[in-house]
């Protein structure tokens, strides 16, 4: 069982067999950890986005399987029991339920041989994370080509300016994200960037968290008001949207943070090329229509009414920004159709959001 990292992916690693996380909600202003070391610890997790982003939530779900197995004391049933209630944590997010699924059918099969069912849960669980690793640094490199051919079409001294919507870097899918992986990338080859960061309301992870990592990388970067993309696109000033996912139809219809679609839409009036970076364990190949068949999840409307930030004296705290009788709704995805994306950078290459050339490039995940 090596690990790529000795056991450590960045956002969440092992530690005296417990998966110790970091906290999201309290970056950028302190980074806090949390010890997962039951099934119902790593439900609470990903419920609560102490952990988001597709991929990770897929990894804390895979290492979820295993603590259910290990609390089991490895019976079959009881893992099966506790790790459908992890499947049901978030509803969006297909890599959860890709995860979990992928663990319970390797267990059944060790079950059947009479293997150790908490060995071979938590090695499985570490050969997802290890395998994200290399998918992500495979999708840096084909999307890296493509903010490298529009360098070369730059004048001298001018970046490459890079829009991207919510978070999709290390702290979302290790160990360099999906949207962000071909950004770091191009950082890596000295490449002139810029990237536009959203805020990305309400929960703000564009302002905390991806403004936060690329300033770990210092990576130019500028962060602007969720409205402000498509006025930079009219002025010319975006030359690339790169986005993540949370699930994509075989189709190549796109949910991913609320705001994107309109982002999407900017980005097609204004001939900007919008491409959305992605494993292959965020396909959902058994649907095709998005907007029909995506579940669409609804979050507190306290994410809407307050904000958490850090305060004149020092302390992080809540400001209510409406007034007290307001009530709010509160969608946390949307969908992009298919045609206003100008491609799909995966860890196989770059293809069309279409079903054609997905089933071309993923004829292996079609069931």
């Known amino acids: 069982?090596?690990?790529?990292?000795?056991?450590?992916?960045?956002?969440?690693?092992?530690?005296?067999?417990?998966?110790?996380?970091?906290?999201?909600?309290?970056?950028?202003?302190?980074?806090?950890?949390?010890?997962?070391?039951?099934?119902?610890?790593?439900?609470?997790?990903?419920?609560?986005?102490?952990?988001?982003?597709?991929?990770?939530?897929?990894?804390?779900?895979?290492?979820?399987?295993?603590?259910?197995?290990?609390?089991?004391?490895?019976?079959?049933?009881?893992?099966?029991?506790?790790?459908?209630?992890?499947?049901?944590?978030?509803?969006?997010?297909?890599?959860?339920?890709?995860?979990?699924?992928?663990?319970?059918?390797?267990?059944?099969?060790?079950?059947?041989?009479?293997?150790?069912?908490?060995?071979?849960?938590?090695?499985?669980?570490?050969?997802?994370?290890?395998?994200?690793?290399?998918?992500?640094?495979?999708?840096?490199?084909?999307?890296?080509?493509?903010?490298?051919?529009?360098?070369?079409?730059?004048?001298?001294?001018?970046?490459?300016?890079?829009?991207?919507?919510?978070?999709?870097?290390?702290?979302?899918?290790?160990?360099?994200?999906?949207?962000?992986?071909?950004?770091?990338?191009?950082?890596?080859?000295?490449?002139?960037?810029?990237?536009?960061?959203d805020e990305t309301r309400p929960r703000n992870q564009g302002a905390n968290l991806t403004a936060w990592e690329l300033g770990q990388s210092k990576i130019p970067h500028t962060l602007i008001a969720d409205n402000t993309g498509g006025l930079l696109m009219q002025y010319g000033k975006v030359d690339l949207c790169i986005v993540g996912t949370d699930r994509t139809t075989r189709s190549g219809d796109v949910a991913n943070k609320i705001g994107t679609y309109l982002k999407a839409l900017a980005a097609f009036d204004n001939n900007v090329p919008f491409y959305v970076a992605l494993p292959s364990s965020t396909f959902d190949m058994q649907i095709s229509d998005g907007v029909k068949e995506i579940a669409i999840e609804t979050r507190s409307a306290d994410e809407v009414l307050y904000m958490q930030g850090l305060q004149a004296d020092g302390a992080i705290g809540k400001v209510r920004v409406a007034p007290l009788e307001t009530t709010a709704l509160n969608y946390g995805f949307d969908v992009t159709p298919a045609r206003l994306v100008t491609g799909l950078i995966t860890e196989r290459g770059i293809c069309e959001a279409n079903e054609t050339s997905i089933s071309g490039m993923f004829l292996d995940l079609i069931p």
């Open 1 to 197: 069982m090596n690990s790529t990292y000795n056991q450590s992916w960045k956002a969440f690693w092992l530690e005296d067999g417990n998966l110790v996380v970091i906290d999201q909600t309290q970056l950028p202003f302190s980074l806090v950890t949390k010890t997962l070391k039951t099934s119902a610890d790593a439900t609470l997790a990903i419920k609560d986005m102490t952990v988001r982003g597709a991929g990770v939530i897929g990894n804390v779900a895979a290492f979820g399987v295993y603590l259910a197995a290990r609390e089991s004391k490895g019976d079959l049933a009881k893992t099966k029991e506790l790790s459908a209630v992890i499947r049901l944590a978030r509803p969006t997010a297909v890599n959860l339920m890709w995860a979990v699924d992928r663990l319970i059918a390797v267990l059944e099969k060790a079950a059947a041989q009479k293997l150790d069912l908490v060995e071979v849960a938590l090695k499985e669980a570490i050969a997802i994370s290890d395998e994200d690793v290399i998918g992500t640094r495979n999708i840096g490199k084909y999307g890296c080509e493509l903010i490298e051919a529009i360098a070369k079409t730059k004048p001298k001294g001018e970046p490459v300016n890079i829009l991207t919507h919510c978070n999709a870097g290390w702290l979302a899918i290790v160990d360099r994200g999906s949207a962000l992986a071909p950004i770091y990338e191009a950082s890596d080859r000295g490449l002139n960037i810029h990237v536009w960061v």
